[in-house]
């Protein structure tokens, strides 16, 4: 018994010891060198790619995305003048966006860099007893004047970063139908977008930015 209660002793010393491990391991800095060089200035966002079931999360993700790109700095070509310009050139899915070439974007809209966005969740999630609506996009950045590869990053937010965790049942029932009433979504989808841009390994701060980036 006492050797068992010695191994318990020394297992959760090492789960511990693991944890605060991982808590003190800094996040690797991104190698920005490519970004540095090429210095893009206008961007081009391309329809998000969706990987969900909500049929609103390409759009949804799309439109929260140009602000803040805004303000980091960039100048983002309008959504609408891009989505219609795609549609009239018989592009009329995400996917045939991103798969045209980079010099072909660079020539019908004169931007510098696409980015490229991946909508791997979008929605909510009803478990036993919380509800929870969950946004993650997977993002890079290429130079459409040489094809290169200038950044890639990903970001997730939850409304359960807002909520109290002992909501019980009925209060998981609430927030459900209250995020099928008001697309809470939309709004989750800002907050994932901001921190894709503004994450410490995100973009950097564009040529318009207010303190632009220290090379």
Same mark, same amino acid.
């Given at each position: 018994?006492?050797?068992?209660?010695? =191994?318990? %002793?020394?297992?959760? $010393?090492? +789960?511990? !010891?693991?944890?605060?491990?991982?808590?003190?391991?800094?996040?690797?800095?991104?190698?920005?060198?490519?970004?540095?060089?090429?210095?893009?200035?206008?961007?081009?966002?391309?329809?998000?790619?969706?990987?969900?079931?909500?049929?609103?999360?390409?759009?949804?993700?799309?439109?929260?995305?140009?602000?803040?790109?805004?303000?980091a700095g960039y100048y983002v070509l309008p959504v609408?003048?891009?989505?219609?310009?795609?549609?009239?050139?018989?592009?009329?899915?995400?996917?045939?966006?991103?798969?045209?070439?980079?010099?072909? =974007?660079? %020539?019908?809209?004169? $931007?510098? +860099?696409? !980015?490229?966005?991946?909508?791997?969740?979008?929605?909510?999630?009803?478990?036993?007893?919380?509800?929870?609506?969950?946004?993650?996009?997977?993002a890079k950045l290429v130079d459409l004047r040489s094809?290169?590869?200038?950044?890639?990053?990903?970001?997730?937010?939850?409304?359960?970063?807002?909520?109290?965790?002992?909501?019980?049942?009925?209060?998981?029932?609430?927030?459900?139908?209250?995020?099928?009433?008001?697309?809470?979504?939309?709004?989750?989808?800002?907050?994932?977008?901001?921190?894709?841009?503004?994450?410490?390994?995100? =973009?950097?701060?564009?040529?318009? $930015?207010?303190?632009?980036?220290?090379?």
């Amino acid at each position: 018994m006492t050797n068992l209660k010695s =191994l318990i %002793q020394r297992l959760a $010393a090492v +789960a511990v !010891l693991a944890a605060l491990t991982a808590c003190a391991t800094p996040t690797k800095p991104y190698d920005y060198t490519a970004f540095k060089e090429a210095k893009p200035a206008t961007l081009l966002v391309l329809p998000p790619l969706n990987e969900t079931p909500d049929v609103n999360a390409t759009y949804g993700v799309l439109s929260n995305l140009s602000m803040p790109l805004g303000e980091a700095g960039y100048y983002v070509l309008p959504v609408t003048l891009v989505d219609e310009t795609l549609r009239s050139n018989g592009v009329t899915t995400p996917a045939d966006a991103h798969n045209i070439e980079a010099g072909k =974007l660079r %020539q019908i809209f004169g $931007a510098d +860099a696409a !980015l490229y966005v991946d909508v791997k969740q979008y929605g909510s999630v009803y478990k036993v007893l919380t509800s929870e609506t969950i946004v993650e996009m997977h993002a890079k950045l290429v130079d459409l004047r040489s094809g290169t590869l200038l950044w890639e990053g990903k970001a997730t937010a939850s409304s359960a970063e807002q909520q109290n965790n002992n909501q019980g049942l009925i209060g998981a029932l609430i927030n459900q139908i209250v995020s099928n009433l008001t697309d809470r979504s939309y709004d989750i989808a800002g907050m994932a977008g901001n921190r894709l841009v503004y994450a410490p390994n995100g =973009l950097l701060p564009g040529p318009r $930015a207010r303190q632009p980036v220290k090379n």
